[in-house]
Protein backbone atom coordinates (compact mmCIF):
# COMPACT_ATOMS: atom_id res chain seq x y z
CA UNK A 1 0.00 0.00 0.00
CA UNK A 2 1.46 3.56 -0.91
CA UNK A 3 0.79 5.75 1.79
CA UNK A 4 -1.93 8.47 1.25
CA UNK A 5 -1.62 11.38 3.82
CA UNK A 6 -4.28 13.51 2.34
CA UNK A 7 -7.10 10.75 2.61
CA UNK A 8 -5.01 9.52 6.02
CA UNK A 9 -8.03 9.44 8.84
CA UNK A 10 -8.05 12.78 10.48
CA UNK A 11 -8.47 12.92 14.59
CA UNK A 12 -5.83 12.37 17.09
CA UNK A 13 -6.26 9.18 19.13
CA UNK A 14 -2.55 9.41 20.85
CA UNK A 15 -4.63 11.89 23.20
CA UNK A 16 -5.82 8.89 24.93
CA UNK A 17 -3.09 6.73 25.77
CA UNK A 18 -4.77 3.69 27.24
CA UNK A 19 -7.14 3.50 24.55
CA UNK A 20 -4.09 4.12 21.16
CA UNK A 21 -1.55 1.91 22.68
CA UNK A 22 -4.03 -0.66 23.98
CA UNK A 23 -5.48 -0.78 20.27
CA UNK A 24 -2.14 -0.74 18.58
CA UNK A 25 -1.01 -3.30 20.84
CA UNK A 26 -4.14 -5.19 19.41
CA UNK A 27 -3.77 -4.22 15.84
CA UNK A 28 -0.62 -6.01 14.99
CA UNK A 29 -1.04 -8.71 18.01
CA UNK A 30 -0.51 -11.51 14.81
CA UNK A 31 2.80 -9.85 13.52
CA UNK A 32 6.21 -11.05 15.23
CA UNK A 33 8.20 -8.58 17.49
CA UNK A 34 10.17 -6.62 17.22
CA UNK A 35 7.35 -4.82 15.39
CA UNK A 36 7.70 -1.10 13.97
CA UNK A 37 4.25 0.56 13.19
CA UNK A 38 3.24 3.89 11.73
CA UNK A 39 0.42 5.59 12.78
CA UNK A 40 -0.98 6.97 9.96
CA UNK A 41 -3.36 9.60 11.89
CA UNK A 42 -0.54 11.21 13.78
CA UNK A 43 1.98 11.07 10.88
CA UNK A 44 -0.90 13.34 9.00
CA UNK A 45 -1.13 15.60 11.64
CA UNK A 46 2.59 15.72 11.96
CA UNK A 47 2.92 16.73 8.14
CA UNK A 48 0.43 19.40 8.31
CA UNK A 49 1.29 21.30 11.87
CA UNK A 50 4.71 21.51 10.20
CA UNK A 51 3.25 23.40 7.00
CA UNK A 52 1.14 25.32 9.33
CA UNK A 53 4.39 26.24 11.31
CA UNK A 54 6.40 27.24 8.20
CA UNK A 55 3.60 30.03 7.89
CA UNK A 56 3.96 29.30 3.87
CA UNK A 57 7.95 28.74 3.69
CA UNK A 58 8.18 25.21 1.46
CA UNK A 59 9.48 22.17 3.64
CA UNK A 60 12.14 20.18 2.10
CA UNK A 61 11.98 16.51 3.36
CA UNK A 62 15.33 15.18 5.11
CA UNK A 63 15.17 11.59 4.33
CA UNK A 64 18.19 11.26 7.01
CA UNK A 65 14.87 11.67 9.32
CA UNK A 66 12.46 9.01 8.03
CA UNK A 67 14.44 6.67 5.47
CA UNK A 68 11.08 5.12 4.27
CA UNK A 69 11.09 5.88 0.13
CA UNK A 70 6.74 5.64 0.34
CA UNK A 71 6.80 7.84 3.29
CA UNK A 72 8.84 10.80 2.11
CA UNK A 73 6.76 10.67 -1.84
CA UNK A 74 3.54 10.81 0.52
CA UNK A 75 4.90 13.80 2.13
CA UNK A 76 6.18 15.57 -0.86
CA UNK A 77 2.51 15.22 -2.20
CA UNK A 78 1.08 17.39 0.22
CA UNK A 79 1.19 20.98 -0.76
CA UNK A 80 3.69 22.75 1.46
CA UNK A 81 6.40 20.63 0.69
CA UNK A 82 9.00 20.46 -2.03
CA UNK A 83 12.38 18.78 -2.60
CA UNK A 84 14.44 16.50 -0.52
CA UNK A 85 17.68 16.75 1.74
CA UNK A 86 19.56 13.23 0.82
CA UNK A 87 22.17 12.10 3.54
CA UNK A 88 24.46 10.39 1.30
CA UNK A 89 25.12 10.55 -2.63
CA UNK A 90 24.51 6.82 -3.54
CA UNK A 91 21.17 8.08 -1.63
CA UNK A 92 20.40 10.98 -4.14
CA UNK A 93 21.09 9.30 -7.01
CA UNK A 94 18.36 5.99 -5.99
CA UNK A 95 15.71 9.25 -5.26
CA UNK A 96 16.40 10.93 -8.21
CA UNK A 97 15.06 8.15 -10.32
CA UNK A 98 11.67 9.28 -8.87
CA UNK A 99 12.28 12.51 -7.55
CA UNK A 100 13.79 15.82 -9.61
CA UNK A 101 14.88 17.87 -6.74
CA UNK A 102 17.61 16.69 -4.10
CA UNK A 103 20.31 18.76 -2.56
CA UNK A 104 22.90 16.70 -0.79
CA UNK A 105 22.68 17.84 2.81
CA UNK A 106 26.89 16.92 3.42
CA UNK A 107 29.59 16.97 1.13
CA UNK A 108 30.92 13.61 -0.42
CA UNK A 109 34.01 11.94 -1.42
CA UNK A 110 32.42 9.10 -2.81
CA UNK A 111 34.08 8.66 -5.64
CA UNK A 112 32.33 5.85 -7.64
CA UNK A 113 29.14 7.97 -6.97
CA UNK A 114 30.66 11.15 -7.64
CA UNK A 115 32.02 9.60 -11.35
CA UNK A 116 27.89 7.89 -11.66
CA UNK A 117 26.69 11.68 -11.43
CA UNK A 118 28.99 13.37 -13.61
CA UNK A 119 28.70 10.78 -16.12
CA UNK A 120 24.18 11.01 -15.75
CA UNK A 121 23.25 14.67 -17.75
CA UNK A 122 19.42 13.69 -16.17
CA UNK A 123 20.91 12.88 -12.45
CA UNK A 124 23.25 16.11 -12.96
CA UNK A 125 20.21 18.45 -13.03
CA UNK A 126 18.59 16.44 -10.31
CA UNK A 127 21.05 16.61 -7.93
CA UNK A 128 22.69 19.68 -5.68
CA UNK A 129 25.95 18.73 -4.01
CA UNK A 130 26.98 20.50 -0.79
CA UNK A 131 30.58 22.22 -0.68
CA UNK A 132 32.41 24.03 1.47
CA UNK A 133 36.02 23.65 0.96
CA UNK A 134 37.61 23.68 -2.27
CA UNK A 135 39.62 20.77 -1.74
CA UNK A 136 36.15 19.23 -2.51
CA UNK A 137 36.04 20.68 -6.22
CA UNK A 138 39.28 19.51 -6.83
CA UNK A 139 38.46 16.05 -5.81
CA UNK A 140 35.56 16.21 -8.33
CA UNK A 141 37.52 17.66 -10.85
CA UNK A 142 40.15 15.02 -10.53
CA UNK A 143 37.50 12.08 -10.93
CA UNK A 144 36.09 13.46 -14.36
CA UNK A 145 36.93 16.43 -15.77
CA UNK A 146 34.85 19.80 -16.28
CA UNK A 147 35.15 19.31 -19.98
CA UNK A 148 33.94 15.20 -19.99
CA UNK A 149 31.19 15.38 -17.91
CA UNK A 150 27.86 17.04 -17.14
CA UNK A 151 27.68 20.70 -15.34
CA UNK A 152 27.56 19.61 -11.58
CA UNK A 153 24.76 21.72 -9.75
CA UNK A 154 26.47 23.12 -6.11
CA UNK A 155 25.18 24.33 -2.75
CA UNK A 156 27.13 25.69 -0.07
CA UNK A 157 27.03 24.72 3.45
CA UNK A 158 28.06 27.90 5.71
CA UNK A 159 28.70 27.28 9.40
CA UNK A 160 25.26 28.76 10.98
CA UNK A 161 26.59 28.12 14.62
CA UNK A 162 26.71 30.92 16.73
CA UNK A 163 30.52 32.42 18.43
CA UNK A 164 29.09 33.34 21.58
CA UNK A 165 31.01 36.42 23.19
CA UNK A 166 33.01 34.78 26.40
CA UNK A 167 31.37 31.42 25.57
CA UNK A 168 32.38 30.48 22.15
CA UNK A 169 31.14 28.01 19.27
CA UNK A 170 27.82 27.41 20.19
CA UNK A 171 25.91 24.49 17.55
CA UNK A 172 27.30 21.79 15.81
CA UNK A 173 30.72 21.68 13.79
CA UNK A 174 29.64 21.74 10.21
CA UNK A 175 31.00 23.97 7.37
CA UNK A 176 34.60 26.12 8.43
CA UNK A 177 33.69 28.63 6.25
CA UNK A 178 31.75 30.98 8.95
CA UNK A 179 32.13 34.43 8.03
CA UNK A 180 30.50 36.67 5.32
CA UNK A 181 33.85 37.05 3.37
CA UNK A 182 34.58 33.86 4.08
CA UNK A 183 31.58 32.41 2.03
CA UNK A 184 31.87 34.77 -0.49
CA UNK A 185 35.53 33.66 -1.27
CA UNK A 186 34.17 30.16 -1.85
CA UNK A 187 30.91 31.47 -3.99
CA UNK A 188 33.81 33.46 -6.59
CA UNK A 189 35.82 30.16 -6.44
CA UNK A 190 32.98 28.09 -7.24
CA UNK A 191 31.84 30.49 -9.66
CA UNK A 192 35.27 31.04 -11.53
CA UNK A 193 35.38 26.91 -12.38
CA UNK A 194 34.06 25.13 -15.19
CA UNK A 195 32.15 22.32 -14.61
CA UNK A 196 30.16 23.93 -11.41
CA UNK A 197 26.82 26.29 -10.62
CA UNK A 198 26.56 27.62 -8.06
CA UNK A 199 22.93 27.68 -6.95
CA UNK A 200 22.23 27.37 -3.55
CA UNK A 201 23.25 28.26 0.01
CA UNK A 202 22.55 26.12 3.61
CA UNK A 203 22.71 27.05 6.98
CA UNK A 204 21.67 25.26 9.45
CA UNK A 205 21.31 25.99 12.81
CA UNK A 206 21.68 22.93 15.40
CA UNK A 207 22.02 25.11 18.30
CA UNK A 208 18.05 26.63 17.55
CA UNK A 209 16.58 23.77 15.87
CA UNK A 210 17.92 21.00 17.80
CA UNK A 211 18.16 22.34 21.18
CA UNK A 212 15.13 21.21 23.04
CA UNK A 213 14.17 24.20 25.42
CA UNK A 214 11.07 22.60 27.77
CA UNK A 215 13.01 19.80 29.62
CA UNK A 216 12.27 21.24 33.20
CA UNK A 217 15.61 22.49 33.96
CA UNK A 218 18.11 25.29 32.47
CA UNK A 219 15.39 26.08 30.16
CA UNK A 220 15.42 29.81 30.53
CA UNK A 221 19.17 29.61 29.28
CA UNK A 222 18.36 27.53 26.48
CA UNK A 223 15.62 29.97 25.43
CA UNK A 224 18.05 33.28 25.75
CA UNK A 225 20.81 31.48 24.12
CA UNK A 226 18.28 30.49 21.29
CA UNK A 227 16.90 34.15 21.09
CA UNK A 228 20.61 35.52 20.87
CA UNK A 229 21.58 33.22 18.55
CA UNK A 230 18.64 33.78 16.23
CA UNK A 231 19.23 37.52 16.24
CA UNK A 232 22.92 37.56 15.24
CA UNK A 233 22.08 34.38 12.52
CA UNK A 234 19.15 36.38 10.84
CA UNK A 235 21.93 39.89 10.40
CA UNK A 236 24.57 37.34 9.48
CA UNK A 237 22.62 35.19 6.76
CA UNK A 238 21.12 38.24 5.31
CA UNK A 239 24.69 39.33 4.49
CA UNK A 240 26.24 36.14 3.04
CA UNK A 241 22.93 35.85 0.87
CA UNK A 242 23.15 39.54 -0.17
CA UNK A 243 26.54 39.03 -1.45
CA UNK A 244 26.34 35.82 -2.66
CA UNK A 245 23.10 36.95 -5.23
CA UNK A 246 26.19 39.30 -6.51
CA UNK A 247 28.35 36.15 -7.70
CA UNK A 248 25.39 34.15 -8.32
CA UNK A 249 21.92 33.31 -9.09
CA UNK A 250 20.79 31.17 -6.28
CA UNK A 251 17.63 28.92 -6.39
CA UNK A 252 17.07 28.32 -2.95
CA UNK A 253 18.40 29.48 0.87
CA UNK A 254 17.99 26.30 3.03
CA UNK A 255 17.68 27.02 6.88
CA UNK A 256 16.09 25.26 9.89
CA UNK A 257 14.58 22.27 10.91
CA UNK A 258 11.87 20.35 13.19
CA UNK A 259 12.50 22.42 16.06
CA UNK A 260 13.12 26.19 14.27
CA UNK A 261 10.78 25.84 11.66
CA UNK A 262 8.89 29.46 12.99
CA UNK A 263 12.10 31.31 13.85
CA UNK A 264 14.16 30.19 10.15
CA UNK A 265 10.48 31.07 8.54
CA UNK A 266 10.53 34.51 9.64
CA UNK A 267 14.04 34.84 8.35
CA UNK A 268 13.32 37.20 4.82
CA UNK A 269 16.99 35.46 3.60
CA UNK A 270 15.64 31.69 3.80
CA UNK A 271 13.07 30.74 1.21
CA UNK A 272 13.13 26.92 2.36
CA UNK A 273 12.72 24.94 5.49
CA UNK A 274 14.01 21.35 5.83
CA UNK A 275 12.45 19.07 8.51
CA UNK A 276 12.57 15.14 8.99
CA UNK A 277 12.64 14.68 12.34
CA UNK A 278 9.51 15.74 13.42
CA UNK A 279 7.38 13.74 11.23
CA UNK A 280 8.07 10.15 12.73
CA UNK A 281 8.21 11.96 16.16
CA UNK A 282 11.44 10.45 18.84
CA UNK A 283 10.78 11.49 22.02
CA UNK A 284 13.16 13.96 21.63
CA UNK A 285 11.00 16.37 20.16
CA UNK A 286 8.32 16.18 22.75
CA UNK A 287 10.73 18.52 24.91
CA UNK A 288 10.06 21.30 22.60
CA UNK A 289 7.65 24.37 24.24
CA UNK A 290 6.40 25.49 20.92
CA UNK A 291 4.83 22.55 19.26
CA UNK A 292 3.59 18.58 20.74
CA UNK A 293 4.04 16.42 17.52
CA UNK A 294 2.38 13.11 17.53
CA UNK A 295 4.15 9.65 18.23
CA UNK A 296 3.76 8.41 14.37
CA UNK A 297 6.24 5.74 14.49
CA UNK A 298 6.55 3.50 17.73
CA UNK A 299 8.25 -0.10 18.32
CA UNK A 300 7.09 -3.10 20.39
CA UNK A 301 8.76 -5.98 21.79
CA UNK A 302 8.17 -8.81 23.76
CA UNK A 303 8.77 -9.56 27.56
CA UNK A 304 10.90 -12.65 27.45
CA UNK A 305 12.07 -12.87 31.18
CA UNK A 306 11.14 -11.67 34.48
CA UNK A 307 14.56 -11.65 36.82
CA UNK A 308 12.56 -9.63 39.61
CA UNK A 309 9.22 -8.69 40.59
CA UNK A 310 9.52 -5.59 39.45
CA UNK A 311 11.30 -5.83 36.56
CA UNK A 312 10.52 -7.28 32.96
CA UNK A 313 13.49 -7.79 30.30
CA UNK A 314 12.51 -7.52 26.57
CA UNK A 315 14.14 -8.86 23.60
CA UNK A 316 16.44 -6.03 21.46
CA UNK A 317 15.64 -2.10 22.37
CA UNK A 318 19.59 -0.79 21.86
CA UNK A 319 18.18 1.23 18.99
CA UNK A 320 20.33 4.33 19.96
CA UNK A 321 20.19 7.52 18.08
CA UNK A 322 22.68 9.80 17.32
CA UNK A 323 24.96 12.03 19.12
CA UNK A 324 26.30 12.19 23.14
CA UNK A 325 25.92 9.00 24.38
CA UNK A 326 23.30 9.90 27.30
CA UNK A 327 20.17 8.64 28.49
CA UNK A 328 18.11 10.97 26.13
CA UNK A 329 19.18 9.11 23.28
CA UNK A 330 18.05 5.51 24.13
CA UNK A 331 14.42 4.47 23.10
CA UNK A 332 12.08 5.10 25.80
CA UNK A 333 9.14 2.18 27.23
CA UNK A 334 5.91 4.76 26.70
CA UNK A 335 3.49 1.85 27.61
CA UNK A 336 2.38 0.52 29.83
CA UNK A 337 3.49 3.36 31.66
CA UNK A 338 6.35 3.68 34.34
CA UNK A 339 8.73 1.84 33.07
CA UNK A 340 12.05 2.68 33.01
CA UNK A 341 15.55 1.18 31.80
CA UNK A 342 18.06 0.09 34.78
CA UNK A 343 20.80 3.01 35.16
CA UNK A 344 23.49 0.55 34.93
CA UNK A 345 22.53 -1.79 31.85
CA UNK A 346 20.15 0.52 28.99
CA UNK A 347 19.15 -0.74 26.32
CA UNK A 348 20.83 -3.63 25.35
CA UNK A 349 21.44 -4.66 21.76
CA UNK A 350 19.74 -8.50 22.27
CA UNK A 351 17.68 -7.51 25.92
CA UNK A 352 16.85 -4.57 27.70
CA UNK A 353 15.51 -5.21 31.57
CA UNK A 354 12.85 -2.33 32.36
CA UNK A 355 11.93 -1.85 36.35
CA UNK A 356 8.89 -0.29 37.29
CA UNK A 357 5.56 -0.76 39.69
CA UNK A 358 3.89 -2.04 36.24
CA UNK A 359 6.23 -4.79 35.61
CA UNK A 360 4.55 -6.51 38.53
CA UNK A 361 2.02 -7.58 36.38
CA UNK A 362 3.53 -8.15 33.10
CA UNK A 363 3.42 -11.58 31.67
CA UNK A 364 6.20 -13.45 29.36
CA UNK A 365 4.73 -12.46 25.65
CA UNK A 366 3.34 -9.58 26.74
CA UNK A 367 3.95 -6.17 25.11
CA UNK A 368 6.01 -3.13 25.66
CA UNK A 369 5.86 -0.02 23.36
CA UNK A 370 8.96 2.03 22.82
CA UNK A 371 9.32 5.24 21.21
CA UNK A 372 12.87 5.98 19.78
CA UNK A 373 14.97 9.18 20.62
CA UNK A 374 15.49 10.94 16.99
CA UNK A 375 14.27 8.91 13.75
CA UNK A 376 16.66 7.50 11.52
CA UNK A 377 17.11 4.99 13.83
CA UNK A 378 14.63 3.23 13.94
CA UNK A 379 14.00 2.73 10.46
CA UNK A 380 17.87 1.65 10.17
CA UNK A 381 16.42 -1.56 12.73
CA UNK A 382 13.70 -3.00 10.94
CA UNK A 383 12.82 -3.94 7.23
CA UNK A 384 9.20 -2.41 7.21
CA UNK A 385 6.37 -0.02 9.26
CA UNK A 386 2.88 -1.43 9.92
CA UNK A 387 0.85 0.70 8.53
CA UNK A 388 -2.03 1.39 10.97
CA UNK A 389 -5.04 3.30 10.71
CA UNK A 390 -8.47 3.48 12.83
CA UNK A 391 -6.79 0.70 14.82
CA UNK A 392 -5.78 -1.75 11.95
CA UNK A 393 -3.44 -2.59 10.02
CA UNK A 394 -3.56 -1.53 6.71
CA UNK A 395 -0.58 -1.87 5.30
CA UNK A 396 3.04 -2.15 5.31
CA UNK A 397 5.76 -0.09 4.07
CA UNK A 398 9.92 -1.09 3.48
CA UNK A 399 11.91 0.81 4.83
CA UNK A 400 15.27 1.61 2.77
CA UNK A 401 16.99 -1.50 5.33
CA UNK A 402 13.97 -3.54 3.40
CA UNK A 403 14.45 -2.53 0.30
CA UNK A 404 18.14 -3.77 0.47
CA UNK A 405 19.75 -0.32 0.91
CA UNK A 406 22.42 0.65 3.99
CA UNK A 407 23.39 3.92 2.46
CA UNK A 408 25.12 4.60 6.03
Excluded at 135 to 152: H, K, M
Excluded at 154 to 164: F, P
Excluded at 272 to 288: D, I, K, N, Q
Aim: net charge neutral; charged share 20%; no cysteine.
Amino acid sequence: MTIDLLSAPAGEPWLDPRAYWSGMTRAVAHLPAPIATLGLEALRYNALDMVVRAGGVPVRVASKSIRVREAISALLAVPGYRGVLAFTLPEALWLAEEHDDIVLGYPSVDRLALARLAADDAAATRVTLMIDDVAQLDLIDAIAAPAARATLRVAIDADASWRAPGIGHLGVRRSPVHEVGEVTRLARAIAGRPGFDLVGLMMYEAQIAGQPDAEGGGDAVVRWMQRRSAAELQARRGAVVAALREIATLEFVNGGGTGSLESTAADEAVTELTAGSGMLAGHLFSRYRAFTPAPAAAFALDVVRRPADDIVTVSGGGWIASGPPVASRQPAPVWPPRLHALAREGAGEVQTPLRGTTARSLRIGDRVWFRHAKSGELSERVDSFALVADGEVVGTSPTYRGEGKAFL
